[in-house]
């Protein structure tokens, strides 16, 4: 295999993963304040028609980010209300979301079925780029890509060493004894789950708006679920997740690339697609199977209603 | 006996007329109540006298329905407990407000306004803990803390706010005898610096011992005030339960019958990352005795009694023998049908199903003792069963048909004690019989337990009231990080030692005990 094809597969990569890494870091937020949001996959649904759609009659892809960004924050405020204010059930009230937002995505974006976006030009870092093999990839990417870094960095940096971030661990570990010393939980939850509604909408925008770019039914494809099963398997660590999600990038190009070139394996493809889901689950199974981490990092009270005392 | 702190006449919180009305119950009705600066003053009064809910309000946790509350003679609505702290008032709770997965430092940090820096604060903590006697290392993580650190965190998170009021929630129900003092200590060296102690407790000895005044709660209502020292305990039992304290006769043990319980070597590591590794624990009861468990929460209770139940059968069926009989590999129904009873400490999801009937609570122990024809129910029987143990047992309900969880704790052991006991169990196993029970009926349940077992039935009884252990038990035993100590004639030892065993040291020599007086 030459340099340039590694090259090519290591950039293919890391644009595969950055939707995930958004999506997935918006979620641990949410799940580290212990609300369990599965509706994902409806709010990256709406976030990539909304992006398509903003992005089409504008010509701006920013204000399709931004639009894709609103749509998932009111999907994911629609399932706070529900979930926080109502105490209605966190999983079927997620699975509904999800449902819902698929379905409606799909019918705001009918008309939207026969066009393309112009692709957005990447940004190239001087003098980086040039580094042989891991330059172009790294270095030569769409501003997206450089921003899903700066977000793990901010997300580790608030989680780990802010004082809002202390905070939202410790209502995601108890949320009566964050009450009991005097923290408002539910504001924080709602905030928290909003936050991760509007990652998922951005992921949902960077998929129709830069990876692929155009509009079609069911273009998310998992990737929600998928997210979500990362945070659980990365044990709620976001160095994980982006591991995670890089591997799940990864081995979706080597299939895509398998399954172009022929390389003279007779594979069914159903297989080959299904293979980066199969490897990521596989692999974050293996690295999550100590129970210590798991207990450590794991929110407590997540999924589970709480309403303050009087 | 101390009397409060120079200055003491300045009223620092003062309650008019509180009351506290929730759908199902009046939880507190006209109570009033005045704390001195540098008083300690005692809040006495049984499980659901409203004590709790009382410093909710304090604490501003919750908001009173009527009445006013004085903060150095001035009104104020508490609004949250970041005001409460605000004003001057801390809270220790009963079942810690601390988080797990957080370390020391980042706990005490959650508790304080600001941002402050973890490392200064780690200097505070350490700086604080030495001065009243609470040694603590800030960077570790709470889980792995045993249940006496976990409230010196919390006392230290109240202290390093500068309280003027600390409200103790039941503090000294998870401490061995000897931490007991060292918190009596620094609680009165606090109160000694002009800070005043709000004491919550049912236990009558401790309040003669450390506090002031005395204010007492029954059903949500004042009863009387008074000064612990110009008292009897059984003038303020009195008070706090309306009639006079009931003790349990213990006759002496007659002679010992053949072993029913014995545990070879039983070593198991926990399932649990934070739970307890149980080690070669070897014991034995015969017929005719009580055994007692003592030892602080968490040093391998819970593990212990997973084993013994059979919830979570052992790989070696030789560590336990029941009746004669290799039991460690067994589900609990062949326990059960081997002549175990087993009374867990969850009374409500373990013990009784909660929105099932009494009926048919009995049911799920009692299935074998010929409540079942041809697979069938047999209603009428063991509708009867339920009957006989709601009478014998005392127990206050509306009726066999009546759910588990309408009933108060007290009574719902009762009625489960009772069911066990109505089977006639050749052993018996309990955790924490009156855990969260009223006085009287901890004392009907005790006697209950000593008459069973001079009825020829073999007990080991497992608890966290040492008070209670030396009521009932025999022989006494300490289990202490998952290893189980020798056990001891109760007339052979005392609380002293038995609480230096507490913390694992029954390896140690003799003098070392004397030493400690």
Not at chain 1, 151 to 163: C, D, N, Q
Not at chain 1, 279 to 305: K, W, Y
């Amino acid at each position: 295999m030459d340099a340039s094809i590694l090259s090519s597969i290591l950039f293919a990569t890391i644009v595969a993963g950055t939707p995930l890494i958004i999506v997935a870091l918006g979620q641990l937020i949410a799940e580290k304040s212990g609300v369990l949001n599965l509706g994902a996959e409806g709010m990256m649904a709406m976030g990539a028609i909304a992006g398509f759609a903003i992005t089409l009659h504008t010509g701006s892809p920013w204000l399709g980010v931004l639009a894709g960004m609103a749509a998932g924050a009111l999907m994911a405020s629609l399932f706070a209300i529900v979930v926080l204010t109502l105490m209605g059930n966190q999983v079927a009230s997620g699975l509904a979301l999800s449902i819902l937002g698929v379905g409606l995505s799909a019918f705001i974006g009918k008309p939207y079925e026969s066009e393309i976006l112009p692709t957005v030009g990447a940004i190239r870092v001087p003098l980086l780029a040039d580094i042989p093999i891991i330059g172009e990839p790294l270095f030569n990417q769409q501003a997206l890509v450089y921003l899903s870094w700066v977000l793990f960095g901010t997300i580790v940096w608030f989680l780990y060493r802010s004082r809002p971030g202390l905070v939202l661990r410790a209502v995601g570990e108890s949320p009566s004894s964050a009450h009991s010393i005097g923290y408002p939980v539910i504001r924080i939850r709602y905030l928290a789950t909003i936050f991760g509604g509007a990652m998922a909408g951005v992921g949902g925008a960077f998929l129709s708006v830069f990876y692929t770019p155009l509009w079609v039914e069911g273009m998310v494809a998992g990737r929600g679920w998928i997210a979500i099963a990362l945070v659980v398997f990365a044990t709620w660590r976001p160095f994980r997740v982006m591991v995670g999600a890089y591997l799940f990038g990864g081995v979706m190009v080597v299939q895509l690339f398998v399954q172009g070139s022929g390389l003279g394996i007779n594979i069914p493809s159903q297989f080959l697609s299904a293979l980066p889901y199969l490897a990521t689950i596989i692999v974050l199974v293996i690295i999550s199977r100590d129970q210590n981490t798991v207990r450590l990092n794991a929110p407590v009270s997540l999924g589970q209603p709480y309403r303050p005392e009087a | 006996m101390t009397t409060a702190a120079d200055g003491g006449d300045e009223l620092r919180l003062e309650l008019n007329g509180i009351t506290k009305i929730y759908p199902s119950v009046i939880a507190n009705e006209d109570v009033s109540l005045a704390v001195k600066r540098g008083e300690i003053h005692a809040v006495l009064g049984e499980n659901g006298a409203g004590k709790s809910t009382l410093m909710k309000m304090i604490y501003g946790v919750a908001k009173p329905d009527a009445g006013e509350m004085k903060w150095e003679g001035e009104v104020v609505h508490v609004e949250n407990p970041a005001h409460a702290r605000s004003l001057g008032i801390g809270m220790v709770f009963q079942h810690f407000s601390l988080f797990e997965t957080l370390n020391v430092v980042e706990n005490v940090a959650l508790a304080l306004p600001g941002n402050p820096d973890l490392n200064k604060l780690a200097e505070q903590i350490t700086e604080v803990s030495n001065r009243y006697g609470l040694p603590v290392d800030p960077q570790r993580l709470v889980h792995a803390l045993s249940v006496g650190e976990r409230q010196r965190v919390e006392i230290i998170r109240c202290l390093l706010q500068n309280p003027k009021l600390l409200i103790m929630d039941e503090p000294t129900s998870v401490l061995t005898p000897q931490a007991v003092r060292k918190l009596f200590d620094t609680l009165r060296q606090l109160a000694a610096e002009g800070c005043s102690i709000l004491y919550i407790s049912h236990k009558l000895d401790e309040i003669q011992e450390l506090c002031h005044v005395a204010t007492v709660l029954r059903d949500g209502k004042v009863t009387g005030d008074c000064i612990p020292a110009e008292e009897t305990p059984k003038s303020m039992a009195s008070l706090m339960i309306g009639k006079e304290l009931p003790v349990p006769e213990h006759s002496v043990p007659g002679e010992l019958g053949e072993v029913r319980l014995q545990l070879n070597r039983l070593s198991r590591v926990s399932d649990d990352p934070f739970g307890t590794d149980l080690q070669d624990i070897e014991l034995e009861v015969r017929s005719g005795e009580i055994l007692g468990i003592a030892g602080v929460s968490g040093n391998g209770q819970q593990e212990l009694l997973y084993a013994l139940s059979g919830e979570e059968p052992l790989n070696d069926a030789d560590a336990i023998v029941i009746c004669g009989k290799s039991s460690g590999r067994d589900q609990p129904d062949r326990r059960r049908s081997n002549g175990m009873g087993f009374v867990p400490e969850e009374r409500l999801g373990r013990g009784a199903v909660p929105r099932m009937s009494l009926t048919e609570n009995a049911l799920l122990t009692a299935h074998q003792a010929g409540m079942l024809k041809h697979g069938m129910i047999q209603f009428d029987k063991i509708a009867a069963f339920a009957r006989k143990c709601i009478a014998d047992f005392n127990v206050k309900c509306g009726g066999e048909e009546h759910a588990a969880n309408s009933l108060s704790g007290g009574n719902l052991q009762k009625f489960i004690m009772g069911r066990e006991i109505l089977l006639a169990p050749k052993l018996l196993v309990v955790a924490q019989p009156t855990w969260g029970v009223d006085v009287g009926a901890a004392a009907f349940i005790r006697q209950e337990l000593i008459d069973l077992r001079s009825g020829g039935a073999a007990i080991l009884v497992i608890s966290e009231e040492l008070e209670e252990l030396f009521e009932i038990s025999d022989r006494i035993a300490v289990i202490a990080e998952g290893r189980l100590s020798p056990a001891k004639q109760l007339a052979d030892t005392n609380i002293d030692e038995i609480g230096v065993w507490m913390s694992g040291m029954w390896e140690q020599p003799a003098a070392g005990v004397a030493a400690h007086d």
